[in-house]
């Protein structure tokens, strides 16, 4: 069974910085893709960020461009894959519950900012930012 384990998440003030990270277990063939989405209250969840596990550019939502970046790492064996958030230069309106999320075995789709592409999600890791 996938799972999907975030960490990294707390509270920051505006202009600060965290590093998100999301482990994934459970896959017998890596994914084609991981993405981070987020959800504030009241809010509808919305895309953050996108990568392609084995290269190609990643796919990022308008609001977090040039302050976000997303990345992955991946064990010589393929079993273990990390993808990571970098947050930097954080605001307010970053608050909000971030989750991981991945697509079911052998799925692929470039479209790495779509929620519907994907089918498992992490439990979620809160990031608060201050002003």
């Known amino acids: 069974q996938v799972q999907l384990t975030e960490s990294g998440g707390g509270s920051v003030e505006a202009g600060g910085s965290l590093i998100l990270s999301c482990r994934t277990s459970?896959?017998?063939?890596?994914?084609?893709?991981m993405g981070w989405f987020r959800q504030a209250p009241g809010k509808e969840r919305e895309a953050v960020a996108g990568i392609r596990i084995s290269g190609g550019g990643p796919g990022y939502a308008d609001s977090v461009k040039g302050r976000f970046t997303i990345s992955r790492d991946i064990s010589p064996d393929n079993a273990n894959i990390h993808v990571y958030l970098h947050m930097n230069d954080l605001k307010p309106d970053d608050t909000a519950m971030y989750y991981c999320?991945?697509?079911?075995?052998?799925?692929?789709?470039?479209?790495?900012?779509?929620?519907?592409?994907?089918?498992?999600w992490g439990q979620g890791t809160q990031v608060t930012v201050s002003s």
């Open positions: 999320a991945a697509p079911r075995s052998g799925r692929d789709s470039y479209a790495v900012l779509r929620g519907s592409m994907y089918d498992y």
């Open positions: 459970g896959y017998t063939y890596k994914p084609f893709y």
